[in-house]
């Protein structure tokens, strides 16, 4: 093969790797927990990937591949179609101005900012829901899940810097 070709295989291979990682750990964690009691301790994996590849390698955080991310959560864990997919989309455009000032900073101020994120997507996740089942609900769903996102962030970051590191490095 020339070195051409190789070179659009390994990034075409590169493009969708990060996907198909997040994909795998969406299947791991939502898969067992789908709409039970209990997929509230399940972290927003899909939103911490969003967040660390907007901030690091924004290449690999396109809007339609987001779409299609936030549709494939969304039915993995029996929520609301679509409602992933628009709050991915947004964390692109709710980063564009401050990409630089997460990527030269340390680990806490860029989970600090993360933090900030996730609080914005779990008040939309719980107002829609509320609106949704037509009453007042409770806020500890949501909470719960964003601490437990919140906590799981170091992890995933961990995970998605070491991928980033060992796959794609160009």
């Given amino acids: 093969m020339p070195a051409k070709a190789d070179n659009i295989v390994v990034s075409a291979v590169q493009s969708i790797a990060p996907f198909v990682l997040v994909f795998l750990l969406l299947l791991v964690t939502r898969v067992p927990f789908r709409a039970s009691d209990m997929s509230m301790y399940v972290p927003l994996i899909s939103?911490?990937?969003?967040?660390?590849?907007?901030?690091?390698?924004?290449?690999?955080?396109?809007?339609?591949?987001?779409?299609?991310?936030?549709?494939?959560?969304?039915?993995?864990?029996?929520?609301?179609?679509?409602?992933?997919?628009?709050?991915?989309?947004?964390?692109?455009?709710?980063?564009?101005?401050?990409?630089?000032?997460?990527?030269?900073?340390?680990?806490?101020?860029?989970?600090a900012g993360f933090a900030l994120v996730c609080l914005g997507a779990s008040a939309v996740i719980w107002l829609v829901e509320a609106f949704r089942i037509g009453a007042p609900i409770s806020p500890f769903p949501a909470i719960v899940q964003m601490a437990m996102t919140l906590l799981a962030y170091p992890v995933l970051s961990w995970i998605f810097g070491t991928f980033e590191r060992m796959v794609l490095r160009s």
Avoid at 51 to 58: E, K, V
Avoid at 78 to 107: C, E, H
């Fill in 47 to 111: 939103l911490s990937f969003a967040f660390y590849f907007t901030i690091h390698r924004p290449r690999f955080t396109p809007i339609l591949s987001l779409f299609l991310l936030g549709l494939a959560d969304d039915f993995l864990a029996g929520g609301v179609i679509g409602l992933t997919s628009l709050i991915l989309v947004s964390v692109p455009a709710l980063l564009l101005n401050q990409r630089r000032f997460f990527r030269n900073r340390s680990f806490v101020v860029a989970w």
